[in-house]
């Protein structure tokens, strides 16, 4: 019987490459800085000179705790290699984020026609039916702006829409910090 040894091809060469280059500072958990980034999809773009990913198709990010899902995401980094921007989207549905920025609040939940994650500013923008929930709250419109460290958040509607942003706040437990 004779074995083969694997030899990779350009496109996982390429693949790998990449993704131990987009090594990031996302804002989650702090000790998830230091974990790289993973990224799945279909398919792939890498613009060296732009510093630009560009993925396609069932796209999953992984970082600590921090969860990207959408149909196409587009990664831009500084010329450091750090983050600097990540925008996912899915077209005629809602990309999905999930975060954990602080160990002892609840997690972040979000979901939006397209997220802009702009970890250097600790901001999240979601616009096109956006929601957001932390533990029991919960804040939906057409674009929302929250901060993952300090977790103020923004909420508006399109002023062509009848509709209103809705903000469901939950009382802390007696005797408990929210």
Known sequence: MTTTAYRPNKLSTFILFTLVFIVTEAKALP???ELPLQVKAQS???NNQQ???TYQGDVEVHQGELVI???NLKILRTTTGELKQAVANTPKGQAYMRDLPDPIKPEVEAWG???DYLPSQDLVILTGQARLIQGT???TGHKLVYNLVTQDIQAEQKSSSDTRVEVILTPAPKGAEK
Do not use: C, T, Y
């Open 44 to 46: 792939m773009q890498w």
């Open 137 to 139: 709250d919960s804040f």
């Open 31 to 33: 000790e998830d800085r």
């Open 51 to 53: 510093q630009q990913a």
């Open 113 to 115: 026609e397209v997220i």
């Open 69 to 71: 899902e959408a149909a």
